[in-house]
């Protein structure tokens, strides 16, 4: 992989900072026909983008070396990539079984990736150790948890306690 850098010829007199990662080369468009494209994609990728919009978002010291803010990049469009497709994939669960979940203002058929994940927060595993015997307790778990499990492709197990306990097989008895 290639990296390159351009300096910007007077950062002072910009007026925001925008990262342009792509494997476009310049031949085939130029980098402002390409934050163009970017930002017609408002509907898909860009609000997935709102959390870095924050210049300390994008200026850590840490991420020196052009190979770096490259493997961020590419992490960060893989997270977007796999928010994308929880989002996609619980709508159209949703939309074909003609259900809803709660969202941030109500019930709702189309709830983003963000209030997806946020539904699982409430749910809670606790497991403690008595003695050589493994207690493990599930708090929280609501229907609209496996219906997303559901949606998702996920065994329910995930989000169901053990009926007996469990005896610790590193455990030595005396």
Partial sequence: MVVEVEAVANPEEDNGWTVLATTVSPEVSTDAEILQAYHEQHTTVE??????????AIAPVWLEKPERIAALAMLTVVGLLVYSVIQRQVRLYLRTHEQQL???????????????????????????WIDEHEVVQIAGVQPHHLLLCDALGLDHAWYKAPSAHKIDQFSQSP
């Fill in 47 to 56: 609000p997935g983008f709102r959390w870095i919009k924050n210049p300390a």
């Fill in 102 to 128: 709660p969202g941030n203002k109500g019930m709702t058929a189309i709830p983003t990736a963000a209030v997806v994940l946020a539904l699982f927060s409430q749910v809670a595993l606790v497991q403690l």
